[in-house]
């Protein structure tokens, strides 16, 4: 009966959910989901090496044509080189 109350406590808590998804051109991954009804994109932080105080990784909003399959361009102007997310 724990595990029932355990996943509703997490249920209640729940704010949004993240996709791994992977660049066709380079292989590089992404996440993409929502986070309390909005729709976002998450790049690992490129600039995480030149300042360790840095978060690691960054949320954005995603735009309409994103959806539609341009995330993987958008990609490409924010993550040159990504290592894998997790």
């Known amino acids: 009966m ?3 109350k355990d996943t509703s406590e997490w249920g209640k808590r729940e704010v949004g ?3 791994i998804n992977v660049k066709q051109s380079d292989g590089s ?3 993409t989901g929502h986070i309390k009804g909005e ?3 998450l790049f690992k932080n490129k600039s995480k090496e ?3 105080k840095a978060p690691d990784f ?3 909003l ?3 044509q994103e959806l539609a399959g341009a995330a993987v361009a958008a990609g ?3 993550e040159e080189e990504q290592d894998d997310l997790i």
């Open 2 to 4: 724990s595990e029932k």
């Open 17 to 19: 959910a993240l996709w």
């Open 29 to 31: 991954k992404y996440l």
């Open 39 to 41: 729709k976002v994109i």
């Open 50 to 52: 030149e300042n360790p």
């Open 58 to 60: 960054r949320v954005y």
């Open 62 to 64: 995603q735009k309409e």
């Open 76 to 78: 490409n102007d924010l």
